[in-house]
């Protein structure tokens, strides 16, 4: 071979590492009584790093799944069919019980260390993590029923990935979906026209149509229909207990920016047979609490875009010259990489405390269940918007390298506008923010105790928090409200992030975080911390193993 095709100041594959290396992550679980977790935290971590899983990634995505509506004779079938690489991500993440599992796991920090392994497995592959999340999010909502919950809720929290269409009842695991979304509706879901008719037996048959539904080879779902009461909500098989199909019809599989791993399809309802579950006409309230629990991984799947894209920023920059001395010791580039760094710790710690609040909640601590209401809202709204900003500077600093579909990086880029959607996008999340605080006195409490916690330890974090209060005596009037609700929800999520920084995470972080993000000294893109940051202490607490 000539001299010319010399390979020559490219990085290694970046393979091995382990995920879980990351100071913030780790010292959260001992802080928050979740070291029992520690060590499966790590083995899921590491398990991620391998090349193996980077395989069974890049087949998931680049083999999406495909629709069959009828098989070879004419009869209607609507499956799903997946490459394998999807099962055994799935398999993985199931018996690691990231799926439903803490529900049935009273010990302390079940939630959060639930939480810090989808953080990790979240980084190997995202699109399965929908799938995932719906199933955590149906346990609560589901309790609406009681004896529905009685048969179901131990399979949804069992750690047997059970792929395939039989009833329920008869396997030794199941997924969960949610139906919620139609044509004319999107967010507006008191607008469905989808029905539902009593029968004698006491289930509904449902006739209607959905516009979108995550995971349609999923067990079973939670969906929305009219009833005489009003909007109601139902579980909903995909096959019944006889074996036969349930009416639901898969119409098309849609054609995503990302997440193509993942199915989601238009579905039909041809009086599909449903229990219900919760009060007739109180369906929204019954299936918000599913929703909420969507918005806590929303949250941490961000989070876990933006480790995964420093990551490759990190070791793509220690490993590439430029100008006579490697990338990472360019000035400038060691700003926009300790820039991103801040970015990243403040969305996962974020998202942990978030995680701990389910914890405590689930305990009967009626404050961190305020707590959760209102910054869970303000979080899903500003770290997911985060997301697609931050993957954009860290594809970047890849350059044309990371424009390629062989670096994943225009994986993570497709995949991190999902989240800021999903459940809820900036407009419903902020104006979610509004309720929660004009109808619960007792969560802005709860939030700004969590604030006060940090009160004196930094002047610009205290004036943030001053600053906060004197802009919440600003939403009397509804449309001023409304013109406000992003500054609110953003400023919320920020001063949040400032005052766990200052808390819990290295003083050069936290410093650079209140001087960048509540002080001013920042500019309009990343890289633009004040003069005098201490960019090494930054960049020394964010680095792993596989990024020197």
Known sequence: MTVTHEVVNQPPPLTGFTAADEPALLETLRRE??????????????????????????????????????????????????????????TVAVEQGLHAAPWADDRPGAHLVRAAKFYLWSQAEPGHGCPVSMTYAAVPALRAAPELAAAYEPLLTARRYDYGLRPPLTKSGLIAGMSMTEKQGGSDVRANTTRAVAAADGSYRITGHKWFTSAPMSD?????????????????????????????????????????????????YEAAVAWPVGEP??????????????????VLGSAAAMRAGLRQALHHTAHRQAFGRALDHQPLMRSVLADLAVESEAATLLGMRLAAAVDRSQAGDAREA?????????????????????????????????????????????????LSIWE??????????????????????????????????????????AGLRKLLGELDDPERAQLLARTVAERMALVLQGALLVRYSSPAVADAFCASRLDGAWGNAFGTLPPGTDLTAILERTRTGDAH
């Open 33 to 90: 009584g979740a070291g029992w977790g520690e060590r499966e935290v790590t083995e899921l971590g590491a398990l991620a790093g391998t090349a193996a899983v980077q395989e069974q990634s890049r087949w998931a995505e680049e083999v999406p799944p495909r629709l069959h509506t009828h098989d070879r004779f004419g009869h209607r079938v609507d499956e799903v069919e997946f490459h394998p690489a999807w099962h055994q991500l799935m």
């Open 220 to 268: 079973v779902f939670l969906t929305l229909a009219q009833t005489a009461e009003g909007l109601s909500c139902f579980l909903l098989p995909r096959v019944l207990p006889d074996g036969s199909r349930n009416g639901l019809r898969l119409m098309r599989l849609k054609n995503k920016l990302g997440n193509r791993s993942n199915a989601s399809a238009e579905i039909e």
């Open 281 to 298: 006409g109180r369906g929204v309230r019954t299936i918000v609490e599913m929703v909420n629990m969507t918005r806590l991984d929303c």
């Open 370 to 418: 305020a707590l959760r209401r209102l910054a869970l809202a303000a979080a899903k709204y500003w770290v997911c918007k985060r997301g697609s900003t931050h993957v954009g500077e860290a594809l970047e600093c890849l350059g044309g390298n990371g424009y390629v579909e062989e670096s994943g990086m225009p994986r993570l880029y497709r995949e991190a506008p999902l």
């Open 424 to 465: 809820g996008s900036g407009n419903v999340a902020a104006l979610d923010v509004l309720r929660a605080l004009q109808r619960e006195p007792e969560a802005r409490d709860a939030y700004f105790a969590e604030i006060d916690a940090a009160a004196g330890a930094d002047r610009r974090l205290d004036a943030a928090a």
